[in-house]
RNA sequence: UCCACCGUAGCUCAAUUGGCAGAGCAGCCGGCUGUUAACCGGCUGGUUCCUGGUUCGAGUCCAGGCGGUGGAGCCA
């Protein structure tokens, strides 16, 4: 029973104590988005108020009764106290941080909607409670009541409001919290991630993961995609066995799967148009800022579609993302100090830059002696034929305003089930999307073989186990079409969206190479 | 796998040519009516990553190992 109360199935009255918990009754069920029904009486026994409700949603301040069914200050979220100002109410959260002047105590409050600080004055708490107002430490877990009053110098997301406390009970005095308000190394933060996550910034980002997400998905299922999952544990590589986590399928060996998108190719023959969202995982030696063991990646898939065509399917699909993300969670970017010009310049149309001008490009800027970040280092040249590196990317990337698409990659350089160019073969119907400001490739995405014997002869020349990929050849000879799909991987574009340095702050528990705890 | 750098108090870091192991923060005690990583006074806190070597003497020099960070390759 959402209210707090016993759970009983007949409805509490509520006493009507004095004009002020009257109001904060009313002010309960009028937040609440449900439909409520009041009934008030003269006289039995004495003047009360029945409230009649369902349903009511956490997101709101919920009725606060007691044992006696007596009306309690309303428990709400911070996030909600501007519009509580003026009222008596209650919220449950954390101590972060304690600071504070003879009679006067600063607590910075937070509950997981937001931040803000609650102020214990000695001579209105009393002296028993601000004792023990000043026993808390860090951490500490307190549920507060007190008057919502707006000031200008209160701290916190969002800001401006702060509480005068009037009650105060502890739940739990924690110990000798060990991250400190001052900077700390990656090996330390990385072994307290269990409790890195309570901070600012890390509340912020996985904050805008959880819109990232949201968005991809709204997105997707507006647009005629159906979610349709496909598994994890899989017989055969993706795309190449060195990368892969191996495992113990009852006496055979099976792989986490690197991608979903042979089964996407499967889907879109029974659905049309589909996407996976799930982890996926790479066993790669890679100890970079861009690089998780364990990640999550969206795979749209769509039948009948050519590359210009799923160009215009990313370029639409990546800058909702972001704008959305932009909207929606501005304080928490603004908490992260992102400079947002950048990302409100993401519109539709994307620029589109094929891979013999790109490496022209770099060619030039080699010869001329540029230099790229972050240490400055001068451009490597590329040869015709190799995959770019990150400094290439990082050079390309930087000479957009937006986030460019490299197309038509060497065939030899990618996955074997890429449609080569029908005009010029060497080069595939590739592209990756580029983010600008040195996040690299944030999709990779390309129009598939849909030719059985083409599909087969690159199978044998790649050395691939046949067997494990019947049926993938197997879809070719049924109705085969043209059709083209891509990777986002949510990491990347939360780092690149929140301006975070390291993908591994943009997942709660990171696997990177070398830790797997906590 | 390769390259570079790093390992000293719970945390972030000092320690001169090889010569007494130090500070700030956190914690504890006391003070302060508007703090924003407050401030003031006091207290507590050490296997200097490990093993061995050189030396009268090693945090410091040498050898090996372990752990970490960044990068390369590969990738989203």
Avoid at 32 to 61: C, D, E, Q, W
Avoid at 195 to 208: G, T
Avoid at 470 to 486: A, K, M, N
């Amino acid at each position: 029973m959402p209210f707090g109360s016993s759970g009983q199935a007949s409805l509490p009255p509520v006493a009507q104590h004095d004009e002020h918990l009257r109001q904060s009754a009313w002010r309960s069920i009028c937040v609440n988005l449900r439909p409520i029904f009041v009934v008030t009486t003269k006289h039995f026994p004495s003047p009360r108020v029945f409230v009649v409700y369902y349903g009511v949603t956490n997101r709101h301040a919920s009725l606060n009764l007691n044992h006696h069914g007596e009306t309690m200050p309303p428990i709400i979220p911070i996030s909600d106290a501007k519009d509580y100002v003026g009222q008596v109410v209650t919220v449950r959260g954390w101590i972060k941080r304690k600071t504070g002047k003879g009679k006067l105590l600063f607590l910075r409050v937070r509950d997981g909607s937001g931040i803000f600080q609650a102020v214990a004055f000695r001579p209105t708490l009393g002296d028993e409670l601000f004792a023990r107002a000043k026993k808390l430490t860090t951490e500490s877990s307190v549920i507060l009541t007190g008057e919502i009053r707006e000031d200008s110098r209160a701290p916190g997301v969002p800001g401006g409001y702060e509480m005068d406390v009037r009650d105060l009970e502890i739940v739990q005095i924690a110990a000798p919290y060990p991250i400190a308000p001052k900077e700390h190394g990656v090996e330390f933060l990385l072994d307290h991630r269990h409790l890195w996550l309570r901070s600012d910034r890390q509340w912020a980002i996985q904050r805008v993961r959880a819109t990232v997400i949201r968005a991809i998905r709204d997105w997707l299922d507006d647009h005629g995609f159906l979610n349709v999952d496909t598994p994890i544990l899989t017989p055969a590589a993706g795309e190449g066995t060195t990368t892969l986590f191996e495992i113990d399928y009852h006496g055979t060996p099976a792989y986490l799967a690197q991608t979903g998108q042979l089964y996407n190719e499967a889907n879109i023959f029974a659905f049309g148009k589909v996407y996976c969202f799930g982890p996926t995982f790479r066993a790669e030696k890679s100890k970079t800022r861009r690089h998780l063991q364990e990640f999550w990646m969206v795979e749209p898939e769509i039948a009948f579609c050519h590359l210009d065509e799923l160009l215009e399917i990313e370029e639409q699909f990546v800058s909702y993302i972001v704008q959305r993300t932009l909207r929606e969670r501005a304080e928490e970017l603004a908490l992260l100090g992102r400079d947002t010009s950048r990302l409100e310049q993401v519109v539709p149309p994307f620029p589109r830059l094929r891979y013999d001008d790109a490496v022209s490009m770099i060619h030039e800027a080699a010869a001329a002696g540029v230099t790229v970040p972050p240490k400055d280092e001068p451009l490597p040249p590329l040869p015709w034929g190799e995959d770019f590196g990150a400094p290439h990317e990082t050079y390309i990337a930087s000479q957009f305003e937006k986030p460019v698409f490299v197309t038509h990659y060497p065939t030899a350089a990618k996955a074997f089930y890429m449609e080569p160019d029908p005009e010029r073969p060497e080069v595939c119907l590739s592209a990756d999307l580029l983010a600008p400001e040195g996040y690299g490739e944030i999709t990779g995405g390309s129009e598939r073989m849909s030719d059985p014997e083409k599909l087969l002869a690159a199978i044998r020349r790649e050395g691939l186990p046949e067997d494990a990929f019947d049926w993938y050849l197997d879809l070719r000879q049924y109705g085969s079409v043209p059709h083209s799909g891509f990777g986002l991987g949510v990491e990347r574009t939360v780092a690149w969206i929140t301006g975070i340095k390291n993908v591994r702050e943009a997942i709660a528990f990171p696997r990177v190479l070398g830790r797997i705890r906590p």
